[in-house]
Structure formats: structure tokens, C-alpha cells
């Protein structure tokens, strides 16, 4: 969908940025917290101590539960992460923060927002995208698919809409309107409710 190249557009404005993505890889790199939980859960998924994470997207990938046991075990660490992340920047005095979390909506991380952007790109851009990926097939990018929710959905579900089929000037003006929108005028409280004006 673009959601990387969005983050690091938000980043060169200036807002700090909590990626989901680089959470779990720290969780799961040498050390890391969720090293032992995948141990024991997994035990040919963890190479002198550290999670191979090839091995275990293989395990997972086609086995709803233990899908489901993984993400028992780093759901709540990310979202640990989160909280550590918006207290210290907190601290720091920052009014605005973004985290660049991949399933939100499916893991309820909406919760924690006070307002929430999906970057979204037609179909056909999507799958230019991502089938550029190494090892990618459409077979896969089906399975991957059919494991989120409908990208209509996020988009309904969203405070705002930002489009990345357009080129990157029209996304980066987009998400400029949309940090204006929210400094002049800050959310009461956590995902209130209320749709906020077009990006």
C-alpha cells in the first residue's frame, strides 16, 4: 500500500515514528524478549539465539494456530513497545506521534490511537508492488490477503484516507493536510468516533 514510504515522509517532517515492523524485529534479533517465548513455542524456528525468521514464517504461514500462538507472543510485547514509545515522546513534549503498525484494525492496535490514517493504493498498484518481492507469487500474496482485512474496510474504519496510487507528491500533500487537520485541531479522546475532514 505504500505504508513504509508514507512512515518516512511523516519521519522528514519531523514526527517520530513507531514501526511495528522494526519492534518485532528487535524482539526476536539476539536477546531479544521474545526470543525465549518462541523457544519454547517453536523450537526449530531459534538459531544461536536468535528467531530465523524465514523458518518461522514457514511454520506459521499456512497454520492458522500457530499463527495464532506467535502472535500471542509478540502482539503484546509490540504493543508494550508502543506504550514505552508514546511515554517517552510524551516526555520529550511531543503533541504528535505516529505508529506505523501493519494490522492494526485485526489486532485492535486502534485502540491505542487517537485517530487513524490508512494509506491505500488500487489493487493493480498493490500487486505491481508487492509482486516485485522476493519470493512472491500471486499465491501467496492471496494467502497474505485473505488474512487481513479488505483494504474497503480499513478504509471505511479510518479517521482518514490517504492515497498512494497517485505519485509520491500527491501522497506527501496528503499527509501533510492530514498532521495540519490534527495539530490545529486535536482529538478529544482515543478514536472517538468522529470521521475528521478528507485528506
Request: proline share 7%; with cysteine; hydrophobic share 40%.
Amino acid at each position: 500500500m505504500g505504508k513504509s514510504t508514507a512512515a518516512g515522509m511523516l519521519r522528514d517532517m519531523g514526527l517520530a515514528v513507531h514501526d511495528a515492523d522494526a519492534a518485532v524485529h528487535r524482539l526476536m534479533a539476539k536477546g531479544g524478549r521474545a526470543v525465549p517465548e518462541i523457544a519454547r513455542a517453536f523450537p526449530d524456528a531459534v538459531v544461536d539465539g536468535a528467531v530465523d525468521r524465514r523458518a518461522l514464517g514457514a511454520r506459521v504461514f499456512d497454520d492458522p494456530d500457530a499463527l495464532e500462538r506467535l502472535e500471542a507472543i509478540l502482539h503484546p510485547k509490540v504493543r508494550a513497545d508502543a506504550h514505552r514509545f508514546i511515554d517517552a515522546r510524551r516526555y520529550r513534549g511531543d503533541e504528535l506521534v505516529v505508529l506505523d503498525v501493519p494490522l492494526l484494525f485485526e489486532t485492535g492496535g486502534e485502540k491505542l490511537c487517537d485517530a487513524v490514517a490508512v494509506v491505500s493504493a488500487p489493487r493493480f498498484v498493490q500487486e505491481a508492488r508487492v509482486l516485485t518481492r522476493p519470493g512472491m507469487t500471486r499465491d501467496k500474496l492471496a494467502r497474505i490477503r485473505a488474512q487481513q482485512l479488505p483494504d474497503a474496510d480499513k478504509r471505511r474504519r479510518a479517521d482518514f484516507v490517504v492515497p498512494t496510487g497517485l505519485g509520491r507528491l500527491h501522497s506527501l500533500r496528503s499527509l501533510r493536510r492530514v498532521v495540519k487537520i490534527l495539530r490545529d485541531n486535536p482529538p478529544k479522546s482515543p478514536r472517538s468516533g468522529r470521521r475528521r475532514p478528507s485528506a
